[in-house]
């Protein structure tokens, strides 16, 4: 396995729409495998392949980290088929590091999606499994945690993510 690395705010794939997954072979197999390594040393708990700069409809979560008695696992072009409730919740990001903030998302979902090795499966879920999912979904439609917090609390963070961002956007260009 691999480390890969994490692109950061201001990288222009992470603000793009990834592209559906089709082939479910050894190459994506061990793209999940080294997402799953990558996020642990980044001590996160999930991993949507845009911030790894592959523009592709996966991400991983670590689920142990919610449950022990489960392990990492990968979702390959997955849907929200519907939501129920809302609350708030602090997140953060490995793409936005030192920036957390509320988010406000559905509670309950129900889900679709395709395993590693091609099977298509539908669940519901809830809680922080819920809440994650949708955080490493909204990579795969280009958006970031900090497009959905409090207009206020974004504007305190604005000087940070301006700076953030022009820092690691000279990493892509210079």
Request: with cysteine; charged share 25%; hydrophobic share 40%.
């Amino acid at each position: 396995m691999a480390i890969i690395p994490i692109i950061k705010i201001g990288h222009p794939t992470l603000r793009k729409v990834a592209q559906p997954v089709s082939d479910f072979d050894d190459e994506l197999n061990s793209l999940a495998e080294n997402m799953i390594e990558t996020m642990r040393l980044g001590e996160g708990i999930g991993l949507a392949a845009p911030q790894v700069n592959i523009s592709k409809r996966m991400f991983v979560i670590d689920l142990k980290l919610i449950d022990e008695n489960l392990e990492a696992k990968a979702y390959i072009n997955p849907k929200i088929l519907s939501t129920e409730g809302s609350e708030s919740f602090e997140e953060g990001c490995l793409s936005i590091p030192g920036i957390r903030a509320e988010v406000i998302r559905p509670v309950k979902i129900e889900v679709q999606y395709q395993t590693i090795s091609g099977e298509q499966t539908t669940e519901e879920l809830d809680g922080l499994t819920a809440r994650v999912f949708q955080h490493e979904f909204d990579h795969l439609e280009g958006i970031l945690f900090i497009d959905k917090i409090a207009p206020l609390k974004k504007k305190l963070l604005e000087p940070k993510l301006k700076e953030l961002e022009g820092v690691f956007a000279n990493q892509w260009t210079g």
